[in-house]
């Protein structure tokens, strides 16, 4: 009897704790629904992980989670608690709604269907599964179903946007434009203050090009939405589209200054104030926002990049770097791994890979198997052509990227770097049969044949390339290329014939015969083959100048300069035309109008170096150097703000041996525009190799190089492949000219740069192999000398 007694005591015990438990976990539930309701969705989340921590089997709790991890922008937490709550409750129709919507989002539409039906099944007043599945219907071209389905919805709910919204939608993929129209007026008929149907009907009038009717729709958006930061946010969208940023700006400050926290709303104003040419405003809005929060990483990352911009590097690296600080072993916070990965990734836009390299050996510490830091740190190794580190890194990203055949590319191009042809290849071919489409798998491999001199086997990966892709015009181009290279010009120009009769709307057949015109000395065929892709593309640039280099070459002036007017009568503020036709006046010895056309190429592109090496050339080759430096230098005292006339100057001073002067006429540029990176790279190629006497003078070259290398231009970046150079920073320099290489592989100054680091290096071989190939060019670089020489000792 006892013992019964007993067992009856502890039922009641243990159903006493169970009710005490589950009201602490409604307790917590409910708590997490207000905060959800009020916006709070931090707090609600720490409440309900309480009530889950009292049971994990709630199924209204992993719903509530999932939709709280749906507001944070975490999808995959979403997912994987509405999954939950399914399985734990089969009734809950609200979960399933969820999971479709997810399924639609990641267009997985069969999915999303069967869980939208599962949820009608088991409630069938859920619109919003309606909603869903007329999306799925509509994605598989059943636009009549969809239809019907919304308009069971209308029926059911004519007070929810959502459903107004979705027949937009289906309207605007049948390009019905005026039942779209239509559908969104309806809609604001019965609701005419709903947020998300103004934002969608001022987007509909501007995809429609009907600006005025998109604005007369901002303006009701914010009438009747006044309070909401996020109608301010989009109308400033709007207007900073519209080219109002007076306005756009105001409506930011707004937000900003009734939601100071908020890091989302300080970036969007900054870009604003940028966008203003605004930049003290801009960094103060910033630092503002790191009073506010100092670990936010997208207020850093603005920071930086208007720091960037404006040509203040280090102090871009500093904002980096206290974020780094903040959590040096990246415990608290992945962002700070994020940090490190920038600084990385900077130091890299800056030439400097070393300092990279510590980030990422930190990054990868940290996280030994993070691809991103050894994808970086095997790009670095790759550049500076040490080939078997390359190869371990990219070794290790194949491990962790097994399916990845653009990961096998990389580990094939290491293995280039280390002369390992045969291993490179079947990595390509790997890569190849995991993706068949992958472009640049076949083109490595066509390149690696080419360079073996395996004409056969090039072709043939062509002919494969042409067959998967067989309208792609430039596969048959290459074809007619590497006939071309091979020596055989007959079969490469039956080839681009044959490309001009299949692809009459492309002038690519044109040029390509053009080119192979050239090469054999045809210039009469050659100018009519430019004159037919002109016809069909009349605004291609490279057919107008191959066309100009004909008339020269011919001494046809009167043509080439009848040509260009015509040109200009058409594009009266294009550069390039003027400085074709300064080019044409040259040739024909009409120093005025030539460097009047040149003058005028400069003050349409002022950041375009080739017009001002024009001018130099121009005073250079008529022998006019002493009158060049005193015109330029009344044009300065006219214009001291213009920095066009007084970089001319500098460089007149460079031509006639006036390096002093030379050096104040680059430096005021940089006084006035710190930014100016043509100044800053002649600058540092001046110091570099007339003033490198003086360590400081290098110190400051190097500074001005990594200035000017920002615009990642092949000529700043083989101004600072050669001061690393001469600096005796080798495997830097070596990085630098192959990221110049890489943008213009036949660019020679950077060719004969990198053989004086492989020189320098020991790696002769490799010095000679780049010296030999360069030699039979018939580039007249400035170093062709030099080259020669060094041929010679090796």
């Known amino acids: 009897m006892r013992r019964n007694f007993l067992a009856v005591i502890l039922v009641i015990v243990f159903v006493c704790i169970l009710a005490g438990c589950e009201k602490r976990r409604d307790d917590f539930y409910h708590k997490a629904v207000q905060y959800y309701n009020k916006g709070m969705f931090t707090e609600a989340g720490l409440e309900i992980k309480n009530a889950l921590s009292i049971d994990p089997e709630c199924a209204s709790c992993r719903l509530l989670l999932g939709k709280i991890s749906l507001e944070k922008g975490n999808f995959q937490g979403a997912f994987i608690n509405f999954r939950y709550a399914t399985d734990l409750d089969p009734t809950l129709a609200e979960a399933k709604v969820e999971l479709s ?41 059943k636009f009549s179903d969809a239809e019907k389905m919304l308009k069971v919805a209308l029926n059911e709910d004519p007070g929810n946007p959502d459903v107004y919204l979705s027949m937009n939608s289906i309207y605007t993929r049948q390009n019905d434009k005026e039942k779209a129209e239509q559908a969104l007026l309806e809609g604001l008929g019965r609701l005419p203050r709903d947020p998300s149907l103004l934002m969608k009907t001022v987007a509909f009038y501007r995809q429609n090009n009907r600006t005025e009717k998109a604005l007369e729709y901002v303006e009701k958006l914010l009438q009747n939405n006044s309070d909401d930061p996020r109608t301010k946010v989009f109308a400033a969208e709007f207007y900073s589209a519209k080219d109002d940023l007076g306005k756009a700006a105001q409506l930011m400050a707004e937000v900003v200054g009734t939601h100071p926290e908020e890091a989302e709303y300080r970036v969007l104003y900054s870009r604003v104030l940028n966008s203003q040419k605004k930049f003290i405003e801009t960094e103060k809005v910033l630092k503002e926002g790191l009073e506010f929060n100092e670990a936010s990483l997208p207020i850093r990352t603005s920071l930086v990049g208007l720091y960037m911009s404006q040509g203040r590097q280090q102090e871009a690296v ?57 994808y970086l740190r095997g790009q670095i190794y790759l550049f500076e052509g040490r080939g078997n580190l390359a190869v371990s890194e990219f070794r290790q990203v194949v491990r962790d990227n097994p399916e990845s055949a653009p990961a096998y590319v990389l580990l094939a191009r290491a293995h280039l770097v280390n002369e390992e042809t045969s291993i490179a290849i079947e990595n390509l071919k ?6 068949p489409g992958y472009a640049p798998a076949r083109e490595v491999l066509i390149n690696t044949y080419l360079d073996r001199k395996d004409w056969h086997q090039a072709i043939l990966e062509l002919q494969r390339l042409k067959d998967k892709r067989p309208d792609d015009l430039q596969i048959v181009a290459a074809i007619g290329d590497v006939y071309a290279i091979k020596g055989d010009k007959n079969l ?34 050659a100018g009519q083959h430019y004159s037919a892709a002109l016809k069909i593309a009349p605004d291609s640039l490279a057919a107008i100048q191959g066309k100009v280099d004909i008339y020269i070459l011919q001494h046809k002036y009167t043509a080439a300069i009848k040509f260009c007017n015509k040109l200009l009568q058409k594009y009266p503020d294009n550069a390039r035309i003027y400085e074709f036709l300064g080019r044409v006046y040259a040739a024909r010895g009409n120093f005025k109008a030539a460097e009047t056309n040149f003058t005028r190429a400069v003050t349409l592109a002022p950041e375009w170096m080739l017009p001002y090496l024009r001018i130099g050339d121009l005073y250079v080759s008529n022998k006019k150097l002493k009158q060049g430096i005193a015109k330029f230098k009344e044009e300065v005292k006219k214009d001291g703000g213009n920095p066009g006339p007084q970089f001319i100057l500098g460089l007149l001073y460079e031509q006639n041996g006036e390096y002093e002067k030379s050096r104040e006429a680059y430096s005021k540029i940089l006084e006035q525009q710190p930014g100016f990176q043509l100044a800053a790279n002649n600058l540092a190629y001046l110091l570099a190799t007339r003033f490198a006497d003086n360590g400081e003078h290098m110190e400051q070259a190097l500074k001005l190089a990594r200035i000017a290398a ?27 000219l192959n990221s110049a290489l890489q943008i213009l592989p036949e660019f020679s100054a950077a060719r004969f740069h990198k053989a004086l680091v492989y020189y320098r290096g020991g790696r002769n071989d490799e010095a000679k192999k780049i010296l030999n190939k360069l030699l039979k060019t018939n580039d007249d670089f400035p170093e062709r000398e030099e080259a020669e020489n060094l041929l010679e000792r090796l």
Request: aromatic residues 6%; without cysteine.
């Open 430 to 435: 790997e890569a190849i049969a995991l993706d």
């Open 492 to 525: 490469a120009k039956r080839i681009f014939s044959d490309l001009t009769k299949n692809f009459p709307d492309s002038p690519i057949g044109e040029m390509k015969l053009a080119e192979l015109a050239r090469s054999q000395d045809k210039n009469s065929q």
């Open 710 to 736: 920002n615009s990642q231009s092949p000529e700043a970046l083989d101004t600072l492949g050669y001061v690393l150079y001469l600096n005796g920073e080798y495997e830097q320099a070596l990085h630098v």
């Open 101 to 141: 919507k997810l399924y639609l989002l990641a267009r997985e539409y069969d999915d999303a269907g069967d869980m939208a039906r599962k949820a009608l099944n088991q409630d069938s007043t859920s619109i919003e599964a309606r909603l869903v599945l007329a999306s799925v219907l509509a994605e598989g071209g």
């Open 318 to 374: 500093q904002v980096l770097l206290d974020g780094v600080a903040m959590d040096p072993e990246g415990a608290e916070s992945a962002d700070y791994v994020l940090y490190r990965k920038q600084l990385a990734t900077m130091h890299l836009d800056l030439n400097e890979p070393k300092k990279a390299i510590e980030q990422l050996d930190k990054v990868i510490e940290l996280n030994p198997k993070d691809a991103e830091a050894h």
